[in-house]
């Protein structure tokens, strides 16, 4: 699976960005996908996920903020992102595994490259 992350920019606090993950070489719908981010200087992070089936898990700090979802038939993964916020500017990336819940780096077999969100006044 390779996948491919875009989207990402310089937004102010408060605004809005929509990611998007585009996946090739196999069919998405087998997949748990998720979304990782990785703020300067520290590690990376789990931000929310997503089954086959539409289940959904969000890390905390973004829930009511972030929304996660998924177009099997376009093999494509989207982060809807509002009410930004200064601590969520990181490196995002996407990741493909088999696991559920898993929030863990280890648990996710494929990643995309990463799109910087900057969110600065």
């Known amino acids: 699976v390779q996948l491919q992350a875009s989207g990402g920019g310089l937004v102010q606090p408060g605004g809005s960005l929509r990611l998007s993950c585009a996946a090739s070489?196999?069919?998405?719908?087998?997949?748990?996908m998720a979304w990782f981010r990785q703020p300067p200087g520290k590690e990376r992070e789990f931000v929310a996920s997503i089954r086959w089936s539409g289940s959904i898990y969000y890390k905390d700090s973004v829930k009511g903020r972030f929304t996660i979802s998924r177009d099997n038939t376009k093999s494509t993964v989207y982060l809807q992102m509002n009410t930004l916020k200064p601590e969520d500017t990181a490196v995002y990336y996407c990741?493909?595994?088999?696991?559920?819940?898993?929030?863990?780096?280890?648990?996710?077999?494929?990643w995309g490259q990463g799109t910087q969100v900057t969110v600065s006044s």
């Open positions: 990741a493909a595994g088999t696991r559920w819940v898993a929030t863990t780096t280890p648990a996710y077999n494929y």
């Open positions: 070489g196999r069919t998405l719908s087998s997949y748990v």
